[in-house]
């Protein structure tokens, strides 16, 4: 009987064949922390007993909720951080090049097959080079740090395919917003999300990490993508057999096989508050808004600000609308500095802000008030996660912010 | 007897031939500026008041720069209430776009106007010969309702300058060298004016550093001579001057200073007060943990070109966070044009938006308990820059970036 | 392992995401302690001075979506929760709950049954009685019941580590 890609991956990882609802323990490839958690880890780390990290050039440590401080306290996160750096000699430190999930692929510390952890939740990103990766807390963590290993349950897994051909103004966000709508909030609780067919095959790697990105806002464990051509050549990989071999098998078993025509596919937004509150953006238009964020691990990449700098291009933003671009990481920043990106956005009436979590993580880059609503990239529209419970948030792709963000309401690219 | 300058904008502001020191005058203003510290206060006072009504919404101008983006729910707020107060009096509003003095002078600021600012460094505007000074709110409010104020005709300091800067001093070194020798206190009530053969090597943005510091040796005001650089800032803007008032032969001085260019060297004020100046080569042992260049003392192209020169091809000392903060939009693409954006980018600096910054110490870039920066903002009074157990230091453009190289401050020909 | 105990309850909705059980705004604070009074603001603001010390949380699907912060836990641990029923719990909740020994019972048909303010008697690992009615429990796979009986995690791998 055929294995799927997260029953492959593990059981390459553990030497022997897996199946869903197996416990098992794995050896961790790569961990990630971040600035806001690392203060407890290393707490529970010295609480455990642990003297010395098990293999410190599996260890990524990434200061990005933090950058720039806001708080005065905030800054006891990077001494406290740099001094377990310095203490470990841990060679992998980011001080301020971005969000963690933007480094951990684009500076090569994952590679397809990989098992790799994270202080957060987004962690799930890797999938999108065919990594097993995921959010866990911070004691867990520390117990890794000490062992390199954690004990996991290989999960069910969902196949979603995607054939045709996509409307020409439909991204790889309105996809995975159109899939949550389908599944809802918990629809993918424990589970692995497989996607697959002509419409992926075609999406380069940044598109696809969007789209694993947002898994878990369906409750996925893992959201995963066969290694491909485009896969090896963004990890600096060479494409072998053995990577090829991850694909799922044609027999593998599914929990659930969702087939979705690329014809139907429209721009959607999700409205407030939950993530799974999907609907054609047609039927939000006209909605005033008073603020745009383009950025995040979602959408901060070169081809989200490319796409927003398109619809942008000698347009002004709307009167006593803001808004806000923060560009995923030093080298999406530089990229977009370079072929003249960043020029159109900031004409248009953009503020640019350094690489971070910014307005996404809710503690800088935009907050709002009362009564007030934002159309945003990111991944969670949360009640309060952008100022008070009376703001309302609304997710959309980087092509739908931008327009919205002209329109002063929201709005949408026409195909 | 001849006049000051000072005294020609308030005889002309209040309809006089002639005032002197010490009267006191009632006059009609030119502009008002408000930023995000304060006008959220001035508003709840003017609707408190019977039937308020304002003067001249035209002579209004309101700029959110301190907390931008905004960085929390009170923030929010504050600057809801802005906006929507200056939307319904149809008040010029200013978001996003800039620290409000660098605004102002790119926009509003002409030779002979009094202008107010509910800012201290409003005195930076006497760099293109007008008289601009900070009020609290409540003279601000009283300002906006009748378009008056009442004003002491400050006595007035001349210095006369000499010569030019050598390669590598600014006229951060040159302010700072001033208030050393004046102190803290020196120009309380009264105006400085500056002119002499030595004012013609200054660029505008130099008058600018110079004029903005002004208050912290107590002035009303610093004022310039126009002169044709002045005048050519001016006609490049669309802007003709109100009226070019040039001091009499025979105006009266408290005190004449004559100051030779030549003599004046890199310098630093240490904490906790800007006239603790020293040599910057007496400072060369003091480790640093962030090194801001920006603000609207500093954060002009010209002071981004001299930042860059120092660390093209270097890189910022570890651990070290280095901000920087183009003091307007315009200096923001000016510099993403020039590629000096890409250059600091390169270097691991944080570049951020246009903003008042790590200067007002209570938007991004806060420093925590024990740590020390080196800035080119206005003030280092304990506390400034965050946890009133940090430590700031002042200096040019050059210096700082020369420290976040070296981890310790330094001077740009030490690298 | 386990014991039985009654409880007062507060009864919550469906998706009770970890910003509104800890907004991020209060992450960076030093101790928990100091986190544990915003707990549920956006939502409840005034939910966290009212639960007193043994009280639990009746919740609908998917208690706990969203970010990964063990704040999340923790905060309810140190508001003295003494379990949450919920119709589901979302995964790294769920792992991070058990990590801090704060206990978890999956049950989507208590939340109909009960109001805010009833007791429910939680008998380990068969059922949950209340209002007269009684609820099953399904029983939690092994290695979690070691974690939970070596007290969380952290003291489990003390114990690993041979450090008392």
Known sequence: MGMTMIEKVVSRNVGKAVKPGDIVTVSVDRVMLDDIMMPFIVDKFREMGFRDVWDPDKVVLIYDHLVPATQVDDTRHYHVSDDFADEQGLPHVHRSDGICHQLMTEAGYVKPGDVVFGTDSHTVTYGCVGAFSTGIGYTEMAGILGTGELWIRVPETIRININGTLPSNVTSKDIILTIIGKLRADGATYMALELAGDVVDGMSVASRMTIANMSVE??????????????????????????????????????MTLELRAEDFVPVVACPSQVDAVK??????????????????????????????????????????????????????????????????????????????????????GILSDG????????????????????????????????????GEIAWRKA | MGMTIAEKIIAAAAGKSCVRAGDIET????????????????????????????????????????????????????????????????????????????????????????????????????????????????????????????????????????????????????????????????????AMEFGGDGLASLSIADRICICNLCVEAGAKTGLMEVDDKALAYLEERGRVPKQVFAPDADASYEQVYEIDLEDIVPVVAKPHFVDNV???????????????????????????????????????????????????????????????????????????????????????????????????????FKGRAGSPDSFVYLASAPTVTASAVMGRIATADQL | ???????????????????????????????????????????????????????????????????????????????????????????????????????????????????????????????????????????????????LDAGGLVKAMRHRNGVE
Request: aromatic share 6%.
């Open chain 1, 218 to 255: 369906c409750g996925a464990k893992c959201c995963l993508f066969a290694p491909d051509e485009k896969t090896a050549e963004y990890c600096g990989v060479e494409l072998t057999d053995e990577l090829r071999e991850l694909r799922a098998d044609s027999d593998a078993s599914y929990a």
């Open chain 1, 280 to 365: 054609p953006a047609a039927e939000a238009a006209g909605t005033r808004i008073d603020q745009v964020f383009i950025g995040s691990c979602t959408n901060g990449r070169l081809e989200d600000l490319m796409l927003a700098a398109e619809v942008l291009k000698g347009r002004k933003v709307a009167p006593y609308v803001k808004l806000i671009v923060t560009p995923a990481s030093r080298k999406v920043y530089l990229e977009a500095l370079r072929n003249g990106t960043i020029d159109i956005l900031a004409k248009a009436g953009a503020m640019i802000t350094h690489p971070s979590c910014g307005l996404c993580c809710g503690r800088a880059g």
């Open chain 1, 372 to 407: 007030e609503r934002v159309v945003a990239t990111n991944n969670r529209n949360f009640l309060g996660r952008m100022g008070t419970s009376k703001v309302e948030i609304y997710l959309a792709s980087p092509a739908t912010a931008a327009e919205s963000a002209v329109q």
């Open chain 2, 27 to 190: 006059v009609t203003l030119d502009y008002m500026m408000s930023n995000d510290g304060t006008t959220h206060l001035t508003i709840d006072m003017y609707n408190k008041l019977v039937s308020p009504h304002i003067s001249d919404k035209d002579k209004l101008i309101w700029i959110v720069d301190h907390n931008v983006p905004s960085d929390s729910v009170k923030t929010a707020a504050s600057h809801k209430k802005m906006r929507d107060f200056a939307r319904e009096n149809d008040i010029t509003l200013w978001e996003g776009r800039g620290v409000c003095h660098q605004i102002m002078m790119e926009h509003y600021v002409c030779p002979g106007q009094l202008i107010f600012g509910a800012d201290s460094h409003t005195c930076a505007y006497g760099a293109l010969g007008a008289f601009g000074t900070g009020v609290g709110c409540t003279d601000y409010l009283y300002a906006m309702v009748t378009g008056q104020s009442w004003l002491l005709v400050p006595p007035t300091l001349r210095f006369n300058l000499h010569g030019q800067l050598r390669d590598g001093v600014c006229a951060r070194d040159l302010i700072l060298s001033i208030i050393k020798m004046i102190s803290a206190s020196g120009a309380s009530y009264k």
């Open chain 2, 278 to 380: 020293v040599p910057a080569s007496e400072c060369r042992d003091v480790k640093i943990d962030e090194a801001f260049l920006g603000s609207c003392s500093n954060g002009r192209i010209e002071d981004l070109r001299a930042g860059a020169k120092v660390i093209k091809g270097r890189k910022v000392a570890p651990k070290v966070r280095f901000l920087v903060v183009p003091a307007s939009k315009e200096v923001y693409i000016q510099a993403a044009e020039e590629g000096l954006l890409e250059i600091f980018m390169e270097a691991g600096a944080i570049v951020m938006n246009p903003n008042c910054s790590v200067c007002w110490g209570s938007c991004q870039g806060v420093i925590g308990a024990g740590e020390t920066l080196i800035s080119t903002g206005t003030r280092n």
């Open chain 3, 1 to 147: 392992m386990i014991k039985d105990f009654t409880a007062r309850l507060w009864k919550l909705g469906d998706d009770i995401d970890t910003d509104i059980i800890i907004p991020t705004e209060y992450l960076a604070f030093p101790t928990v302690e100091e986190m544990k009074g915003y707990a549920f603001s956006p939502l409840r603001p005034e939910l966290a001075g009212m639960i007193r010390p043994g009280d639990c949380i009746v919740a609908g699907r998917n208690f706990g979506c969203g970010s990964s912060r063990e704040q999340a836990p923790e905060v309810l641990k140190a508001l003295g929760i003494s379990c949450i029923v919920a119709g589901s719990f979302a995964r790294i909740f769920f792992r991070n709950a058990i990590n801090n020994g704060l206990l978890l019972i999956e049950n989507a048909d208590l939340h109909d049954a009960v109001q805010e303010g009833d007791v429910i008697s939680v008998r380990a690992n068969e059922y949950i009685e209340a209002n007269g009615m009684r609820f099953g429990i399904a029983s939690l796979p092994e290695n979690l019941v070691e974690i």
